[in-house]
């Protein structure tokens, strides 16, 4: 046991040693005075000790943050036997044992029951209070470690979608400057105009590329620019069709993903007069597809991979929307989410700031939850064997302390079931009853 643990009993038994010295002592002595002492701190001892072992084993088997609502059902079990037995064993060892004013017989008559339940009343006390600091100190650790999870996560995330958007800038400038490197050799004239059409798109690449997500609309625009410079190389070889939900214009799809898209089609497909390659860019629902007619060409070197892989890695780290690939003998298409609510999409939820802020904000009403209940329950505790004490010294022929104990009891339990049992759990899971329904 700590020192400090030691110390706290200490203080707890002195003073309730020098409470009973006060009110209960005929004859205040100071041999009185350090024998009540000696007995106070052997109450004190054993139910301390007896408590803090019960309350380090069921942290261990029950931990507070994992199985919060078993631990304070067997919590409140465990503290109810352990102190019942706890008291009556010392009440045991105190009167019949080292003062030797009871029989093991008289030990359990009415005179002592009622001083072991006092007893016991006191130990509930202690023992609530105990279990209750050991929730604070474990919820207040796991606190911490969670908001330090939450940071790292959040920096992993945003070093994750930085690399992703950073992949953008060199691909595209890469694959630019191929198309206009062949051009060059096939027709200077459109070359030049290739290269002004270009500083236009590269303008919006650098734009965009720093954004979580743009309009379809805007992504829209930006596609058709880059298909007419596909068009000024391939000519007719190269069809594109644009059918769009006006509705969904002002939507939100991943920047630069048609232009990865398209570029991709271009890329693994051969295109010539006779076999033109027809690429559709339309809405199905609540996609974006991008649909053009298989025509496989030879692979001189593997393809590195970073268009159709960065379009899903960037949208699995702002949506639980999958991007879908359907391939068939004739078509290939792939389908990207469009994003409804730029505002609850975004990657602003992977931030440090608000990631702390909402695990905190999450603790500190926890707390308060919590906190209430063990107040409510250590008041009890408190001020209950309180009345007991008041009712049995003014006016013991009339028993009324039970009134209070019943009401207040009741009070308790209905608390206790409300943070526990039933309470934001039961109106959370109606609340995503109630949404998956709607959906």
Known sequence: MQRKNIISLFWVGFGVNLFFFIVDTDEKTVENFFYGLLVCLMYSFFIGISNGLTNEFLNKKFP??????????????????????????CGYLNFVVIQKTATAETFFSAKYNFINWFTINI?????????????????????????????LIAKSANAQFESLKNQLDPHFLFNSLNVLTALIDENPEQAQKFTTSMSKIYR???EQKDKEMVKVEDEIEFAKIYCNLLKTRFEDSVNFIFDINQDDLQKFVVPLSLQLLLENCIKHNFATSSKPLNIRIFTEGKFLSIENNL??????KESAGIGLANIVQRYALLTKDNVFIEKTEQTFKVKIPILIEKKSQTMTTYTTQSTENFAYERAVKRVKELKGFYGNLISYCIVIPFLVIINLLTSPEQIWFYWPMLGWGIGLMAHGMNVFAIGKNWEEKKIREIMNNQK
């Not at 943050?65 to 109810?80: M, S």
Request: charged residues 25%; hydrophobic residues 50%; aromatic residues 10%.
């Open 123 to 151: 130990a509930l006390m202690i023992s609530a209070f105990l279990h209750a600091k050991g929730f604070m100190e474990e919820l207040k650790k796991n606190t911490k470690k969670e908001v330090v999870e939450q940071k």
């Open 295 to 300: 025509q496989v060409r030879e692979q001189l």
């Open 64 to 89: 507070w943050t994992e199985q919060t609502r078993t631990r304070t059902i067997f919590g409140i079990i465990a503290l109810v036997v352990v102190n019942v037995v706890v008291s009556y064993l």
């Open 204 to 206: 919006y690449v650098l």
